[in-house]
């Protein structure tokens, strides 16, 4: 599916439209079939252990889904998950940021349906593999 936004209009609108994430997601890339999303490590994204929490890396599986879609259908604000399953693998690298691979598998007029591997920047192996599902509002 031919893009509709490129990745300086992505970040402008998430800055738009979801100012509340300040600094912490920058789009690295993107593919034939989705984006690449980094998840800039802070304190404040780790639990207890020194390790990424769970919520953290929901939101960068949630946000690079979010945007792969985003890239492809417009400026959809209302675009929403509605279903998401996370596989956590191994504990994440402490001290580096994460990066994500969103994949789109389905793009519908109402449904998407898609995959995210989220990887400690510097490790071969996934940390964890989300799967992914949004409703796309009537335009």
């Known amino acids: ?16 439209h979801f100012p509340q994430m300040g600094d912490d997601f920058r789009v690295e890339e993107l593919t034939e079939t989705g984006v690449v999303i980094r998840l800039h ?7 207890p ?30 675009a929403v998950t509605t279903n998401c399953a996370i596989d956590f693998m191994r504990k994440p690298a402490a001290g580096v940021d994460m990066l994500c691979t969103a994949r789109l598998l389905k ?27 949004y409703s796309i509002p009537p335009r």
């Open 49 to 78: 252990g020194g390790t990424v929490s769970g919520p953290s890396m929901f939101a960068l599986a949630d946000i690079g889904m979010y945007l792969a879609i985003l890239a492809r259908i417009g400026p959809v604000a209302l």
């Open 1 to 16: 599916m031919e893009l509709q936004m490129d990745i300086p209009a992505l970040e402008r609108f998430v800055a738009t």
């Open 107 to 133: 793009l519908g007029r109402v449904l998407a349906v898609g995959d995210a591997l989220l990887y400690s920047e510097g490790l071969a192996e996934p940390v964890a593999r989300a799967s992914l599902t």
């Open 41 to 47: 490590v802070a304190e404040r994204h780790l639990r």
